[in-house]
């Protein structure tokens, strides 16, 4: 057995589990090509993420949020499931001078409020509902030129927000998630939060 004090411990700080309550305001879908979600009385998950979902699947082509891989390349589907909070929806609309900005106009397929700084929960996070579903946030979902030209459409005479939306949106555009267990969600339930310890990395 290794002797404690020739083989320390790294100095990182460890902070322990986190549990929250949130709430899910809308559930949505996106079909076709098109960014644009559609909301929906429920949503129906599997394993592969939202049937008829734009986003579903096990695998997906590799895009430019990805550029250690080869572009188109098959890989692993992180992106199952978009999820967005009603308070970064509403510093993305002060930041860009508009009175709103609607979850579908993203293709988000839940909107939540309730959670503090959601868009910063960490990877390996998870989201707990009613009927059994369990969701794990992988990461940040990056805002892009294409749903600022959605937020633009939508807000006739707002020239210029689809060229705004990248800054002001940037780290509030919600998370991305996998289904761990499928089931249905629907509006006005309430979710449990679970996020993992956490630490940084040294190096």
Request: charged share 25%; with cysteine.
């Amino acid at each position: 057995m290794p002797d404690p004090s020739t083989n320390p411990a790294p100095d990182i700080t460890v902070r322990p589990v986190l549990k929250r309550v949130g709430r899910v305001v809308l559930v949505a879908a996106a079909g076709g090509d098109a960014i644009g979600a559609e909301r929906l009385g429920e949503l129906v998950l599997t394993h592969e993420g939202i049937p008829g979902d734009r986003h579903a699947g096990f695998l997906r082509p590799a895009d430019v949020r990805v550029p250690w891989f080869e572009r188109n390349a098959p890989i692993q589907n992180e992106r199952q499931v978009s999820i967005v909070s009603m308070e970064d929806l509403a510093v993305i609309a002060g930041n860009l001078g508009v009175e709103r900005v609607e979850p579908e106009w993203l293709g988000a397929n839940l909107a939540v409020e309730g959670v503090p700084d959601f868009s910063f929960l960490p990877r390996g996070s998870r989201l707990f509902f009613p009927s059994g579903v369990v969701l794990a946030v992988m990461g940040q979902n990056d805002p892009c030129r294409i749903a600022g030209a959605e937020v633009e459409r939508h807000l006739s005479g707002q020239e210029g927000l689809a060229l705004r939306f990248a800054a002001a949106a940037k780290r509030l555009r919600g998370v991305v998630a996998t289904v761990d267990r499928p089931g249905s969600i629907r509006g006005g339930e309430e979710f449990k939060l679970r996020v993992p310890e956490q630490w940084i990395w040294q190096g």
